[in-house]
């Protein structure tokens, strides 16, 4: 028997994420009144992506595959329009779908070629790498890189429902769903400590995606985020923290990916944003000495980074004012006052920064 679980986005139009095995019996509701799907997905998820299209076929839909590179390749305006020429040769209308099947590469490009064809058209997400299931399906926010940056255009199209099949993770290759970790332990840091202790339970087994605590550890990933996307559904929330939560340890993390040319997996470069995060709200006074080895210890049980080459301070110094997430000339970061309980810091001391980078240089 498999076991289903539902958690509701709450927004201007609620949507599910379904977790479990065994969910395509899930599409066909999702997509009533589109006559044609077109389901996208990677090169490499072939088999996965057949599985679904030929699913809906027999369900009755007209159900037509787009392949797309694979990995980041995908996220492109020349494969979005790859996308909207087919889209076109088949008279793609406003009640049609798309369903995405891959990481979150396909569903950030699936779901913005979704946004963009006549300016909205309904999107079902099957993400199948860790990050994509907690992270990058759910929320809404889709879009693709540009010469001068990652994920520089894009919009907010949330999708008709999230389904989670723990199933695909089999496949995965061990470093993804590592990297997918730390986005599951950073929501654990700010927001659920839970996650903490079950992962810290059996650190070994959370590096695995058959590992006892898995799906308990995921439906409470997405919890958070879709928690926090309901209260800022547009990243507009200026008061309360809102999504800027999720931005805990990517200030310096997205610099770290700039300096490596995005070779590094993205949760190696948030480890050690984690780590520089929670330093930092050490040196300025708000965390405890406890907090920071905490987020030490699981990292690095993790077998995720929690150190970077000394001398690059100065790129990633430069790296983290050109972030997007920046305002004017004020370096901005998610801090803890506690474990699960986050704050902002604004134009950070530079003692406080530098005493930070000590403890993470190597
Ligand atoms: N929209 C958002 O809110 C949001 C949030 C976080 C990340 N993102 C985006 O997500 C992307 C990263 O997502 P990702 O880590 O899932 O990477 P990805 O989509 O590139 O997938 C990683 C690799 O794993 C392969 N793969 C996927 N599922 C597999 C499976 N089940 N078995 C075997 N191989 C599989 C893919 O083909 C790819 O080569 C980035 O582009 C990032 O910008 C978006
Ligand atoms: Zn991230």
Redesign the pocket.
């Known amino acids: 028997v498999s076991e289903q679980t539902r958690i509701t986005v709450q927004g201007a139009e609620p949507y599910d994420v379904v977790l479990g095995t065994h969910l395509l019996g899930e599409l066909p509701a999702l997509l009533t009144g589109a006559a044609q799907v077109a389901v996208i997905y990677?090169k490499?998820?072939h088999l996965?992506g057949e599985a679904v299209r030929e699913s809906l076929v027999e369900d009755g839909f007209a159900a037509i595959a787009l392949e797309i590179p694979?990995?980041?390749e995908a996220?492109s305006v020349e494969v979005a329009a790859f996308c909207w020429d087919i889209l076109g040769q088949q008279g793609f209308t406003r009640s049609d779908a798309i369903v995405t099947v891959?990481?979150?590469?396909?569903?950030?490009l699936g779901?913005w070629v979704a946004a963009t064809w006549l300016r909205g058209i309904r999107v079902v997400h099957v993400?199948?790498?860790l990050?994509?299931m907690v992270?990058?399906a759910v929320?809404g926010?889709?879009?693709i890189n540009t010469s001068a940056g990652?994920?520089l255009v894009g919009s907010f199209h949330p999708p008709a429902g999230v389904l989670c099949d723990f199933a695909?993770?089999e496949?995965?290759?061990r470093n993804?769903y590592i990297?997918?970790m730390a986005e599951v332990v950073k929501v654990g840091f700010t927001s659920d400590p839970i996650i903490l202790e079950l992962v810290k339970s059996d650190i070994e087994a959370a590096t695995r995606a058959d590992g006892p605590h898995t799906h308990e550890l995921i439906q409470r990933a997405i919890q958070v985020k879709a928690d926090v996307v309901a209260a800022d559904l547009r990243e507009t929330d200026v008061n309360s923290i809102g999504r800027e939560v999720l931005n805990y340890g990517h200030t310096l993390g997205h610099a770290i990916e700039r300096a490596e040319r995005y070779k590094w997996?993205?949760g190696a470069a948030v480890s050690v944003g984690l780590v520089f995060a929670a330093e930092l709200s050490r040196a300025a006074g708000r965390l405890s000495d406890a907090g920071v080895a905490l987020h030490r210890e699981i990292l690095t049980g993790l077998g995720l980074p929690t150190s970077y080459p000394g001398d690059r301070w100065p790129t990633l110094l430069e790296g983290m004012r050109l972030d997007k997430k920046t305002r004017g000339d004020m370096l901005r970061f998610i801090v803890l006052d506690d474990i699960g309980r986050p704050g902002r810091l604004e134009g950070p001391d530079p003692q406080f920064l530098a005493a930070a980078w000590s403890e993470v240089a190597s």
Do not use: V
């Open positions: 990677p490499a998820l996965t694979d990995a980041e996220k891959g990481g979150g590469a396909t569903t950030d779901g993400p199948t790498t990050l994509g992270d990058a929320g926010k889709t879009g990652k994920n695909t993770l496949t995965l290759p993804d990297s997918g997996r993205h």
